[in-house]
């Protein structure tokens, strides 16, 4: 067999970009399935909005649980 021979074709490269295109599509279709769903539940608040206020929420949860947790008792408890 020659290098020639081991070669892919040019047609399974192309293959290979047009299925992970595909993936791509695909994953985009059901993100924007997702964002109309939550957009008709509620129109007045964007979820990405809503998305970067629960992030926040839950970043500040962990601070101050761990700040909490760094604190030595104080008394007898």
């Known amino acids: 067999m020659s290098k020639e021979d081991k070669k892919e074709s ?9 299925d992970t295109i595909d ?9 924007i399935a997702e964002l ?3 957009m008709k539940e509620s129109p007045e608040v964007c979820p990405d909005e809503e998305d970067a206020d629960k992030a926040i929420q ?3 949860d962990n601070f101050f ?7 030595k008792p104080i ?3």
């Open 58 to 60: 839950d970043a500040l």
């Open 65 to 71: 649980v761990n700040d909490l947790l760094k604190q």
């Open 23 to 31: 993936l791509c599509l695909h994953n985009a279709q059901k993100e």
């Open 36 to 38: 109309v769903r939550r």
């Open 10 to 18: 040019p047609y399974e490269q192309v293959e290979g970009k047009l």
């Open 75 to 77: 008394g007898d408890a």
